[in-house]
């Protein structure tokens, strides 16, 4: 993956570059469920719990603001514009500070922009206290307990369920509807995502039955392979796309308490899925072909590799929301559709 400025571990560089993520992830076996109560749809008090206990939130939000990734879309789409958001450093080609697919949901419901603030090196807190939030949403963040601790001076606030960066786009969803007591629209809105996803790879019959992995190579360093495991978000969106994890990255990640692993070159034979969505730092697709070592991965020998080079795309598909979902559905359902006819 790309070199990208970030902190925490950090922000994108956390779920985008597997060495990093592989030092910032935790074990999600003992991690509260990403729920909410509430008397009523639309009713509060709610409560949210996460990683560090309960949020009640006493009354309706007016003043939302978010940080990390995921929230903020499924707040637009909810129909709520935050207050503050934080400004896109990877997947964002003009530069603006906002993803196209969140971008594209402000101006499509006529609101304006709101204000971005910079998480490269840590959370702003002051700038996201001059915005008067009565509530702070980071479902899927890294947020410390100290930087939690610290914000919940300034408003309640929701962190994420289980491991730093590692939400999926249902449960982020679900506790952004919970918070903003739009339960019943948040449901509603992870039924219409998975229906389009459906819709969609239904016009892939080839994909039908097929498995899936996710790697990542850096060509200055072809001697080894880095793999996502079955509890990375980009894992987990595609078999929501229909690719089951192969037996054979299963058994590789059954040690694994993060969410990538490492093989060597030499072992390259053991990453055996009928398609491969592959991440080549400083490379292409030939980069693969042409290494000894590593053309031997089945996927990369029968040409069924999606190479996911597109900042834009790979922002999308690495961290789905509701709203990146849709945005890039059309594309990848037709890259891996095509990659899987030569499986």
Not at 228 to 255: E, H, I, Q
Not at 287 to 303: C, F, M, W
Not at 323 to 333: E, K
Request: net charge negative; with cysteine.
């Amino acid at each position: 993956m790309p070199s990208l400025r970030l902190r925490r571990g950090a922000a994108v560089l956390s779920l985008l570059t597997a060495g990093t993520l592989a030092l910032t992830a935790c074990s999600t076996g003992s991690a509260p469920s990403a729920t909410g109560t509430g008397s009523a749809d639309g009713a509060f008090p709610a409560t949210v719990e996460h990683v560090y206990g309960k949020t009640v939130i006493e009354s309706a939000p007016k003043n939302v603001a978010t940080i990390g990734w995921g929230s903020f879309d499924a707040a637009i789409a909810l129909g709520t514009i935050p207050v503050t958001i934080p400004t896109a450093t990877f997947g964002d080609p003009d530069g603006d500070g906002y993803l196209a697919w969140t971008k594209d949901a402000i101006v499509a419901d006529k609101a304006k922009l709101p204000p971005v603030h910079d998480e490269t090196d840590g959370i702003p807190y002051e700038k996201i206290a001059d915005t008067s939030p009565d509530l702070i949403l980071g479902a899927n963040s890294g947020l410390t307990k100290q930087e939690y601790d610290t914000l919940t001076k300034i408003a309640p606030t929701v962190a994420y369920p289980g491991a730093p960066w590692g939400t999926s786009w249902r449960d982020s969803t679900t506790m952004v509807g919970t918070a903003l007591g739009k339960s019943a629209e948040a449901k509603t809105l992870i039924a219409d995502t998975e229906k389009a996803m459906a819709t969609e790879m239904a016009k892939y019959p080839a994909a039908t039955g097929k498995t899936g992995m996710v790697i990542w190579v850096d060509a200055k360093d072809p001697g080894k392979v880095q793999y996502y495991t079955p509890n990375d978000t980009r894992v987990k969106y595609l078999n929501d796309l229909g690719f089951a994890t192969p037996k054979s990255l299963a058994d590789l990640a059954k040690n694994e308490k993060g969410f990538v692993g490492t093989i060597s070159a030499e072992q390259a034979d053991k990453l055996d899925a009928d398609v491969a969505v592959v991440y080549v730092q400083g490379g292409d697709l030939s980069t693969l072909q042409n290494d000894p070592l590593l053309s031997r991965i089945p996927a990369v020998k029968k040409g069924s590799v999606v190479l996911m080079n597109d900042e834009e795309l790979l922002m999308a598909v690495s961290a789905p929301t509701v709203l990146s979902i849709p945005w890039a559905l059309p594309t990848y359902a037709k890259m891996l559709g095509g990659a899987a006819t030569k499986a």
